[in-house]
T-cell receptor
Framework: KQEVTQIPAALSVPEGENLVLNCSFT??????LQWFRQDPGKGLTSLLL?????REQTSGRLNASLDKSSGRSTLYIAASQPGDSATYLC???????????FGKGTTLSVSS | DAGVIQSPRHEVTEMGQEVTLRCKPI?????LFWYRQTMMRGLELLIY????????DSGMPEDRFSAKMPNASFSTLKIQPSEPRDSAVYFC???????????FGSGTRLTVV
C-alpha cells in the first residue's frame, strides 16, 4: 500500500526560526511530489512541485528537496513568520499518474 | 483564471437524502481527482478522471457513491442515500497534464444529520 508519513505531526516555533518539515513515502517510483499548505477551514494551496528528475525547488523562503532513492522529501522554511502558521501537506503522484497520495500533514504554529 | 470551482460550499442534508456535489475544473485541464477529508482519515482519494473518463475508482467507499464527468468542464459526485458518516469536506482537483501539479478547489463541507 502506498503511504506518506509526515513528521512531526505538529510544530510550534517562535518567529524568525528556520525549520524543516519531513515527508517520507513508500513508493520510490513516483512521478512527482507536491507540497501544499492548508489554512483552517480552507482548501489546499500548492507551494512547490518537484518532478522525479529534480532534486529541489525554491520559492521565496521555501525550499523543497527530493531524494527518491531514500523515499524522502523535506520542506525548509526560512525565517518563519506568524503568517506561515498552517498545515503543510506533502503528496506524491504515482508513476501512472492515477493517484496523488497525501500524508496527514504537519500543523505549524509560529508565535510572534 | 477562476481556479477550480466547487459548489455548493456547504451542504446540510438529512440521512437518506441524495446529495450531489459539483466541480468545474480549470479550463483546458484534462485530469481530475475527487477527495474526501476528515480529521480522522485525512485526505482520501475517491476517483480519478482523465479526459472525462473514470480511470480509477478504487477509492470510492461504497456503491452509494458515484461520480461522473459528462464533459471537460463539469464533474459531479453523488451520494445516494447519504449517511451521517459521509460528513466530511469533499475536494476536487485538476491538472493540465500529469506532470503539471494539481490545483484544488475550495471544497464542499457536507454535513449529514
Amino acid at each position: 500500500k502506498q503511504e506518506v508519513t509526515q513528521i512531526p505531526a505538529a510544530l510550534s516555533v517562535p518567529e524568525g526560526e528556520n525549520l524543516v518539515l519531513n515527508c517520507s513515502f513508500t513508493d520510490s517510483a513516483i512521478y512527482n511530489l507536491q507540497w501544499f499548505r492548508q489554512d483552517p477551514g480552507k482548501g489546499l494551496t500548492s507551494l512547490l512541485l518537484i518532478q522525479s528528475s529534480q532534486r529541489e525547488q525554491t520559492s521565496g523562503r521555501l525550499n523543497a528537496s527530493l531524494d527518491k532513492s531514500s523515499g524522502r522529501s523535506t520542506l525548509y522554511i526560512a525565517a518563519s513568520q506568524p503568517g506561515d502558521s498552517a498545515t503543510y501537506l506533502c503528496a506524491f503522484l504515482n508513476q501512472a499518474g492515477t493517484a496523488l497520495i497525501f500524508g496527514k500533514g504537519t500543523t505549524l504554529s509560529v508565535s510572534s | 483564471d477562476a481556479g477550480v470551482i466547487q459548489s455548493p460550499r456547504h451542504e446540510v442534508t438529512e440521512m437518506g437524502q441524495e446529495v450531489t456535489l459539483r466541480c468545474k475544473p480549470i479550463s483546458g485541464h484534462n485530469s481530475l481527482f475527487w477527495y474526501r477529508q476528515t480529521m480522522m482519515r485525512g485526505l482520501e482519494l475517491l476517483i480519478y478522471f482523465n479526459n472525462n473518463v473514470p480511470i480509477d475508482d478504487s477509492g470510492m467507499p461504497e456503491d452509494r457513491f458515484s461520480a461522473k464527468m459528462p464533459n471537460a468542464s463539469f464533474s459531479t459526485l453523488k451520494i445516494q442515500p447519504s449517511e451521517p458518516r459521509d460528513s466530511a469536506v469533499y475536494f476536487c482537483a485538476s491538472s493540465l497534464n500529469r506532470g503539471d501539479g494539481y490545483t484544488f478547489g475550495s471544497g464542499t463541507r457536507l454535513t449529514v444529520v
